[in-house]
């Protein structure tokens, strides 16, 4: 008797756990994903971690974000471009460069795995130097160390390109992370930095605890000369009160930022990262301010194709897709 008592058990106890065996093998899978973002300092860094945690906060069951520190744009899209990460941070002059066949990082060939997620936001050529510094426009960089960020980013290749056809020939380019390039101007071994950022960007506002700064303007030439040779920029103003040393708006050149993703992603996938991360702003406000540009609307400001995911979710909203971005 107390046999066959033991041998119901052990079936009962079977039987209650079938369900939940079942439950679990019919899951799907937790997907791992790297989202490139770029050196410490950035914003790229700082709002690629922010994205991360939102992410996996609304999505556990689902996927795990981790952000990695990057060379930036041209990096991230090598990467997505190979299969060695599914997200990434691009500049849209990167994105022009890759979706034409220019970038010396595809060996001049056209990308063919990377297409658009969600738009960031635009960001505005910051040029800066230590106060007592002499330079006051883009032609007195001739004869000075120029600081362009991370050597082959899209910045860097651009930049030199308008220099050589400004007649502009610095002394010397100095290639370094954002946080790098900050420190090397306030111990006088570079005289001007400049990169793409949108304000408060954390190597300049921490570079402006402890040093005076002043911000370059573009001429009125100069900025008819990059809007005019460079598609993806726009002429801009850069708010006076931006950083300490912005005492009057700064006139200068902007272009877009954007999250970029790897088209062999599944549609249902990427509809629900983009789902999350337009339909909870608040936390994306809390991340960084500039976000505030993170909308469906804005997505039209891409220049390269969208992935069928985000296009899926712009036609639930009503927002009409150009043909240019449909893959």
Excluded at 68 to 74: A, D, L, Q, V
Excluded at 100 to 108: D, E, K, L, P, S
Aim: glycine share 8%; net charge negative.
């Amino acid at each position: 008797m107390k046999k066959s008592l033991i041998i119901l058990a052990i079936i009962l106890l079977v039987l209650v756990q079938l369900p939940a065996a079942g439950s679990q093998e019919g899951k799907a899978p937790v997907k791992r994903y790297s989202i490139g973002t770029s050196s410490s300092g950035g914003n790229f860094y700082l709002i690629g971690g922010g994205l991360a945690t939102v992410l996996n906060n609304a999505l556990p069951d689902r996927f795990v974000f981790t952000s990695e520190e990057t060379g930036g744009s041209t990096a991230n899209l090598a990467m997505i471009e190979n299969g060695e990460a599914e997200i990434g941070f691009a500049m849209t002059s990167a994105l022009y460069e890759g979706a034409t066949g220019i970038a010396a990082w595809n060996n001049g060939k056209p990308m063919k795995n990377v297409q658009g997620l969600v738009p960031l936001y635009p960001s505005y050529m910051t040029m800066y130097v230590l106060a007592n510094n002499p330079i006051r426009s883009i032609s007195d960089f001739n004869g000075r160390i120029v600081g362009l960020g991370s050597k082959g980013a899209a910045m860097d290749n651009v930049l030199r390109d308008a220099y050589s056809k400004m007649g502009v020939k610095p002394q010397s380019i100095f290639n370094d992370g954002h946080g790098a390039t900050a420190t090397a101007v306030s111990q006088g071994q570079v005289d001007v930095s400049v990169s793409f950022s949108y304000p408060p960007f954390a190597a300049i506002t921490e570079l402006e605890a402890t040093k005076n700064l002043r911000f370059i303007g573009v001429t009125p030439e100069e900025q008819a000369f990059l809007v005019a040779e460079y598609p993806y920029y726009s002429a801009s103003t850069m708010p006076k009160g931006s950083y300490a040393g912005a005492t009057a708006d700064v006139p200068t050149v902007s272009e877009w930022n954007m999250l970029v993703v790897a088209a062999s992603l599944p549609e249902d996938e990427v509809y629900l990262i983009v789902k999350t991360l337009f339909e909870n702003n608040p936390e994306l406000l809390a991340i960084h301010n500039s976000l505030q540009y993170c909308t469906p609307e804005n997505t039209l400001n891409f220049n390269i194709p969208l992935h069928p995911g985000v296009i899926k979710y712009l036609k639930e909203k009503g927002i009409s897709v150009p043909t240019s971005l449909i893959p």
